[in-house]
């Protein structure tokens, strides 16, 4: 029986998306997409045998549907089950979020409900937050909602800033969101509950 094949979608360096790669079985991640052709996680995936889809988002201006369609065009060329956001910095519209139901997944770095949106970590020092944290969840057309399918949590030291507590979170993502998908992968669509403690340094 084929496993399911993974897209992840990225901006950036991708550093969710390796942990993505090392974390489930080779050749389950089919391709990187990216909004962005100068993203480092690109030239990695490149690196390392990935196959890689780059889509501007610039030329179609205000048209994200146009946008959308040329990703779902890309991706009919890979054999994609499963969506993982892992830092795609462009909000998805409702239609697309619709067409892929139930087959994509977010990580989001708070404890969900909490902190939807950005500034996330600064928003937990803010409120006084002794836990802070990280989860993935089903996306839906809502921001940062959706069936919840695991969350880490860290602790929320003295003299933290949102420097040093995003890091200790993205640690926590590092490990929660290929677990996460990993169940996906085998089948198991249960919410998987995880308690990580952080380091304290």
């Known amino acids: 029986m084929t496993r399911p094949g993974l897209a992840v979608f990225i901006s950036g360096g991708g550093s969710n998306m390796k942990a993505l790669v090392a974390g489930v ?5 089919r ?3 990216s909004n962005d052709a100068t993203a480092g996680g690109i030239a990695w995936a490149k ?3 990935i196959a890689t889809e780059v889509i ?3 030329p179609f201006g205000e ?4 946008f959308e369609a040329q990703i779902t065009h890309r991706l009919a060329r890979h054999d994609v089950d499963l969506i993982c956001l892992a830092g795609f910095m462009r909000v998805l519209t409702a239609g697309f979020v619709a067409h892929w139901d139930g087959r994509m997944v977010n990580i989001h770095p708070s404890l969900l409900p909490k902190y939807k949106g950005l500034h996330t970590h600064q928003r937990a020092l803010d409120a006084g937050d002794a836990r802070h944290g990280c989860t993935v969840h089903r996306v839906t ?3 940062d909602d959706g069936p919840i399918l695991g969350q880490a949590s860290v602790p929320v030291l003295a003299g933290d800033t ?3 507590l995003a890091a200790r979170v993205l640690g926590m993502e590092h490990r929660l969101y290929p677990a996460v998908v990993q169940r996906l992968l085998q089948g198991t669509t249960d919410p998987l ?3 990580f403690e952080g380091e304290s340094r």
């Open 25 to 29: 079985r080779a050749g389950d991640v």
């Open 56 to 58: 501007d988002h610039r």
């Open 31 to 33: 391709v990187v997409v």
């Open 162 to 164: 949102p420097q040093t």
């Open 141 to 143: 057309a809502a921001l």
């Open 63 to 66: 048209d994200r549907a146009g």
């Open 47 to 49: 690196e390392n045998g």
């Open 193 to 195: 509950h995880l308690s």
